[in-house]
């Protein structure tokens, strides 16, 4: 099995940014993380993060191309807006779980609305780093 990780804006200043937030834990642990992960369940994992919306979007096409079976994201900001996000992952027909690092029904008004959640199966948020475990879990149980 094939998956795909992919982290959209800020995703990569984990550690440097609002710690009071999203921890202490730097992209590099959450990196080692997945890829323990992966190595534990015998799945190939790819990570790819970017801060431009476009590039997500092409990843996400890419997919459905690469033979990828399922794939975790977590938008970042283009959770609350991207619906050119939110088209591409319609597109694939794969299993899809939106992670959110922290619990953004408990944030900023802007954060409750997720255009990108109706084209996944799951969303899960406020569970740290952990979540992206959670979301493999759950792709793996439903793949």
Do not use: W
């Not at 190595?39 to 990843?59: L, M, P, T, Y």
């Not at 991207?82 to 319609?90: E, G, K, P, V």
């Amino acid at each position: 099995m094939k998956l795909l990780v992919i982290n959209g804006p800020n995703i990569n200043f984990l550690g440097i940014r609002e710690k009071s937030v999203y921890g202490t834990q730097d992209y590099d642990s959450l990196l080692k993380l997945i890829a323990e992960k992966g190595k534990a369940c015998n799945v190939s994992i790819d990570v790819f993060q970017s801060n431009h919306e476009g590039a997500v979007i092409d990843r996400i096409q890419e997919a459905y191309f690469d033979g990828t079976d399922g794939i975790v994201i977590n938008p970042g900001a283009y959770t609350h807006y991207s619906y050119a996000i939110r088209d591409a992952l319609a597109s694939i027909t794969v299993p899809k779980v939106e992670i959110h690092i922290s619990d953004i029904t408990k944030r900023e008004e802007f954060r409750k609305t997720s255009v990108t959640a109706p084209a996944c199966d799951k969303q899960i948020y406020g569970h740290g780093l952990d979540g992206y475990l959670e979301a493999i879990d759950f792709i793996l149980e439903n793949g």
